[in-house]
């Protein structure tokens, strides 16, 4: 059973509480990505902050596709030297901080297969970074094509729901040396993440009002975090965003024999054919902390008011190549 089955599982069956892990991966396996993070600290190998001396081999086996292609520190498919105004990424690990529910190592574990994978592609475009100053960042749900470049979509996301929810959207940002931030975005995006078929559906990640709080380039801005062994730097990036009730309450985790609402997931209740509304949102596990109205969210709010949970957590993106 692959980890991502047993993740869904076992949130149904024990609210998100501690569980073993059926493939015997686990944080401590070789399997590379499962971590995500590289300890507590979010960083790769024992200490974030030391400089590593030599490039860490590229993650191999039959779940990597194109292995060849991967290259240097982070693993990159293209090297973003020779387009340093307008450096192009793709997540390469994620490691959710809050809520609870989304940052257990099972959950962490889970993610950074489907990245490893390739089945949870999320897409950064930079752009106008030839200097310090005010710039623009793309970012959204990417396929990969059969030459290994990756494309955003418009408006292919299926039925029920927007075919337009998986697009793209683009921010106003700053570079400040090799630093990027990001103002919040005024609207939502939706993340897919599939299953080993590349066209089930797992699960979507609808995310509102998102920052990139922090984004530290390397040298050649090919990298964002280093990738050490089997993990991932996530110290070198920060995001916040929401994921509002309503969203979640129509967004679907389907994967047989379970079948339940996003909102019955992130809430650390077990699967239920009932909505999450059923319950008082004070009885909730995971109650929300946040108000979000008219694609714009603040974090003042009583919990009978606040309709989304806050998204928080760190990051690392490596170079690829997105067709226009």
Not at 54 to 72: R, T, V
Not at 88 to 113: H, K, Q
Not at 143 to 154: L, S, V
Not at 270 to 296: F, H, I, K, M, Q
Request: glycine share 12%.
């Amino acid at each position: 059973m692959k980890r991502l089955h047993w993740l869904v599982v076992c949130a149904a069956l024990s609210g998100l509480i501690a569980c073993g892990d059926d493939d015997g991966g686990g944080t401590d396996s070789g399997t590379p990505g499962t971590d995500g993070g590289g300890g507590e600290d979010g960083g790769g190998g024992e200490d974030a902050g030391e400089p590593m001396v030599d490039p860490p081999e590229c993650p191999s086996g039959d779940n990597i596709p194109d292995e060849g292609g991967l290259m240097g520190a982070c693993c990159y498919r293209v090297s973003n030297a020779d387009r340093l105004a307008n450096p192009e990424f793709r997540v390469s690990a994620l490691r959710i901080t809050e809520p609870t529910s989304l940052s257990s190592a099972l959950v962490r574990g889970a993610l950074n297969d489907a990245i490893d994978e390739e089945r949870f592609n999320w897409l950064i475009r930079v752009g106008g970074a030839e200097m310090d100053g005010a710039i623009t960042v793309e970012t959204g749900y990417g396929e990969r094509n059969m030459d290994a470049t990756f494309a955003f979509t418009m408006g292919s996301a299926p039925a029920p729901g927007d075919p337009d929810r998986w697009n793209p959207l683009t921010a106003d940002a700053t570079l400040a040396s090799e630093t990027i931030t990001t103002d919040a975005l005024s609207g939502a995006f939706t993340v897919p993440i599939f299953e080993d078929d590349l066209e089930t559906l797992s699960l979507e990640l609808p995310l509102q009002a998102f920052e990139l709080q922090m984004a530290n380039m390397s040298e050649d801005r090919s990298c964002i975090g280093l990738r050490d062994g089997r993990v991932y730097q996530t110290s070198e990036g920060t995001i916040r965003t929401y994921i509002p009730i309503a969203d979640a309450m129509a967004g679907r985790v389907i994967i047989p024999p379970i079948d339940t609402t996003l909102c019955n997931f992130v809430a650390g209740m077990a699967a239920s054919s009932d909505p999450c509304t059923d319950t008082p949102r004070a009885d909730w596990p995971v109650p929300p902390n946040a108000l979000c109205e008219d694609g714009v969210c603040t974090e003042t709010c009583d919990v009978a008011d606040c309709n989304a949970w806050r998204i928080a957590g760190g990051f690392a993106a490596h170079g690829v190549e997105i067709a226009d």
